[in-house]
């Protein structure tokens, strides 16, 4: 079964800076997409990003094109989600996640999830 579990969470400003990380263990199959959800207040849980495990593709939904950027280190098992430029509707929930591959990063098709780490983006 695989495990994951996030750290990095915290209070920061608009502008600041985050580094989220998620430890893995527990893959059956070499093969499989990781990343991030994110639940914000009163709002439903939606895509961030994620990475292929296989080729090192990656996704990013649009709000955070150019500002989150995520990685893998294969030999710590551990997935990374460097946040900079934070904005205040980043603020929420961040679920580390895995699903078969990229195209299956959807709620309905996720294997495992993490027990989330809170950031709040707020002056």
């Known amino acids: 079964q695989v495990q994951l579990v996030e750290s990095g969470g915290g209070l920061v400003q608009p502008g600041d800076s985050l580094r989220l990380s998620c430890a893995a263990s527990?893959?059956?199959?070499?093969?499989?997409?990781i990343g991030w959800f994110r639940r914000a207040p009163g709002k439903e849980r939606e895509t961030v990003s994620c990475i292929s495990s296989s080729d090192g593709r990656t996704y990013y939904r649009d709000a955070v094109k150019g500002r989150f950027t995520i990685s893998r280190d294969n030999v710590k098992n551990t997935v990374y989600l460097q946040m900079n430029n934070l904005k205040p509707e980043d603020t929420g929930v961040y679920y580390c996640?895995?699903?078969?591959?990229?195209?299956?990063?959807?709620?309905?098709?996720?294997?495992?999830w993490g027990q989330g780490t809170q950031v709040t983006v707020s002056s």
């Open positions: 527990g893959f059956t199959s070499a093969s499989y997409a």
């Open positions: 996640a895995t699903a078969r591959s990229i195209p299956f990063f959807v709620i309905a098709e996720i294997n495992s």
